[in-house]
């Protein structure tokens, strides 16, 4: 069973909203990046926005300006506020957590959560 766990996700109309978080019960979450990546069938895995353990945020160019990525290193989660939301936003959305330990670079998934917005 993976150690990331997604939720939020539905179906809502266009220009609506929704709250995608994130649970982890991993100690190295506080170290991790976090980030939010999103698939449909006729796409690859693409990265929709990621924080830093600091808070430094990267967002891809077709969600910047409606998409806010955040974290709460006391509870573990991550969360995506997705406003503005556009038919094409809609795809499987996946949390990831990357992490360091020693030489090793680890890259975990969750089980993704579907965001479907109707026209």
């Known amino acids: 069973q993976g150690r990331l766990v997604e939720s939020g996700g539905g179906l809502v109309q266009a220009r609506g909203s929704l709250r995608l978080s994130c649970e982890t019960s991993?100690?190295?979450?506080?170290?991790?990046?976090m980030g939010w990546y999103r698939q449909t069938p006729r796409k690859e895995r693409e990265l929709v926005a990621d924080?830093?353990?600091?808070?430094?945020?990267t967002y891809a160019d077709s969600v910047k300006g409606r998409f806010t990525i955040s974290r709460d290193n006391a509870k573990n989660m991550v969360y995506l506020q997705m406003d503005s939301l556009k038919p094409e936003d809609t795809a499987v959305y996946y949390c990831?957590?990357?992490?360091?330990?020693?030489?090793?670079?680890?890259?975990?998934w969750g089980q993704g959560t579907q965001v479907t917005v109707s026209s």
């Open positions: 990831n957590m990357k992490y360091q330990l020693g030489p090793i670079v680890r890259d975990e």
């Open positions: 991993a100690r190295v979450f506080t170290i991790a990046t």
């Open positions: 924080i830093t353990k600091s808070g430094a945020t």
